[in-house]
């Protein structure tokens, strides 16, 4: 009933949150029962049983992560509820239950209504070629489907509470400097983690190397690698991804570079001090779009065999989650520069000023997630052809 | 349109009537601010204070009633109108430093002057001036979060003042702050208003702080309870000063 309360305040993006957690819950919860399907009517002992359920990882964990973001995005930008809830008597740990548990609900009633969806399927409504992906005419265990399908609130909201920070936000709650920057292990760590994966494949590449094996199956019909390839590739995107923050440090100094404008200044600061908080979420988004996009490409290449329903759909969901975590933190970056804002304009900066300063901001950040992203594309298009 | 107000009138409001989405913050305030002198406003928490300093700064526009400021209407402005004041012809101090966390404070000061198209040099000098006069020279490059709240607000004056605007709005200026910082702000704020001729305005909640005033305007419930002419020259100023 609380929660119900609590819709009643909803704004387009609370409303934005909680359908993208369940839409994501939902489809997750139908790769969850089609394993289960195809379990109960493939012979016993069958091996794909375990493949199945691990393809249910990857959107499992893209869901966790989305969730995590929201849930930490979400104190800063309803400051008011949060003193609401303080006033009226709940600390943080209730608060970051209270919060946890609105977006495992989220994803408990995705998976609820993919169920009941999955239940009248399974009633000789489905035609002969779903038959065996719903396991028809074989009687359910009724415990199969509760504990696959808990598994979904049960990662939204362990992901969710341990992502929240109520702490900050409430009163006499001590406020980070967001602004720290990269140390330098940290930078030449990632900048070691790429040159050396690139150098990895780029030897694994080599005219000698090709009539190499390629003896390592890669899963979604992406065709066949090797070792070092893959190796090469995976530590070169780890390297990358960490390299996401101090690039994003980096560029935002470059702008405030020289005697700028007042407008550059703001930019180039600005996009500094958010790199911290903007470098796991845009590092995610970048791997994951290389990733779908290169898979995307070989899998529409002329003489390729094409994929499946589940790659595509996966593809999708997890992209969207990424994008959502993305929207989630930008909303929370942009709640946290309110106030910096409204002492520019009460100085009597024109909002056209800020605009633009954002503008250029979003144009730097774009550019270096272009760049990551593009140079782990490039290479996972390299191990796989 | 009425006449302009006397020349010796920096600021002059009349009849102002301003609410929050319903809430009545000022009733009827007509108040007048002569050229470089320190003018205190007090009054209780949400007696309106806030709501007027903004009327009279050009921030927030009036429901009804007349602002004027050197003889020319600021109630009839458009928002960039009132922007270019802002940035040109007025500072303000506000009772939270509300400085931009990302910026140093040495670019925190120069903003002011770069938005109001001063050159990077004379910003920035007039920065390290002014940072130099509140003893926060040590703090020139570091971010508002490494600082206490002290230097913060000390930073804040700082911006507000580097410009040397015509006037300069400080709103309850020494909330965040323990005793000794309240004195040492003020004074500084009174003095750099009599040394460079700027008006100041002051509002306040604290009766003892308005002693740095030479003249105070009670302000009871959104209302002037008396005529905007002099109202009371407040004991002008306590002794020493």
Known sequence: MFYLRLVRGYRVLDLGRWLLTATAAAVVAAFLLRALGRALSDPPGAHATLERLLWCLPPLLAIGWFT??????????????????????????????????????ACALGAVATLLLFLVLRNNIAGPSLAPELGMGVPLPPAAPVALLALLPLAGGLAAAAAVRPGERLPGGEEPDRARHFGPVRTSAAVLLTIGGILTELYALRPAAAYDPRTLGLPADLGHTNAALLGGW??????????????LAGTGWLLALGRPSPQRLLAGRGLTGAARELSAPLAMLAFTVAVVLTSVRHWVAPGAEGTGLLPAAEALLTT????????????????????????????GASPRLLFGAAMLR???????????????????AGMLT | MSAAPPDNDVLWAR????????????????IAVREGEVL????????????????????????????????????TLSRAGREKLRRDRFGFVGSQPHLVPE??????????????????????SAADDWLERLDVTDSAKRRPAELVQSQRQRIAVARALAPLPRVVFADDPTAPLHREAQDQVLRILTSAARSHQLTLVLATHDPELAKYADRTVALVDGRTPAPATPVRRAAAVVAGQ
């Open chain 1, 68 to 105: 995590a973001i929201a849930a930490r995005a979400l104190p800063t930008q309803r400051p008011e509820r949060m003193a609401g809830l303080t006033a009226a008597g709940a600390g943080p740990r209730w608060i970051r239950l209270l919060i946890a548990g609105e977006l495992a609900l």
């Open chain 1, 234 to 247: 995976a530590v070169a995107t780890l390297g990358l991804a960490l390299l996401t923050g101090p690039l």
């Open chain 1, 320 to 347: 969207g989650c990424m994008v959502g975590a993305v929207l989630a933190r930008l909303a929370e970056l942009r709640a946290l520069r309110r106030p910096g804002s409204t002492a520019l304009l009460r100085l």
């Open chain 1, 362 to 380: 979003w144009a730097a950040a774009g550019s270096v997630v272009l760049a990551t992203g593009a140079l782990t594309a490039v290479l996972g």
């Open chain 2, 15 to 30: 009849g102002i009537v301003k609410s929050h989405q319903g809430t009545p913050a000022l009733r009827d305030v007509s």
């Open chain 2, 40 to 75: 205190a406003i007090t009054g209780a928490r949400g007696c309106g204070k806030s709501t007027l300093l903004g009327c009279l700064s050009a921030l927030l526009p009036v429901d009804s009633g007349e602002v004027w400021f050197n003889s020319s209407p600021v109630h």
């Open chain 2, 103 to 124: 910026l140093t404070a040495r670019e925190n000061v120069a903003l002011p002057l770069l938005l109001a198209g001063a050159g990077h040099k004379a910003s920035y």
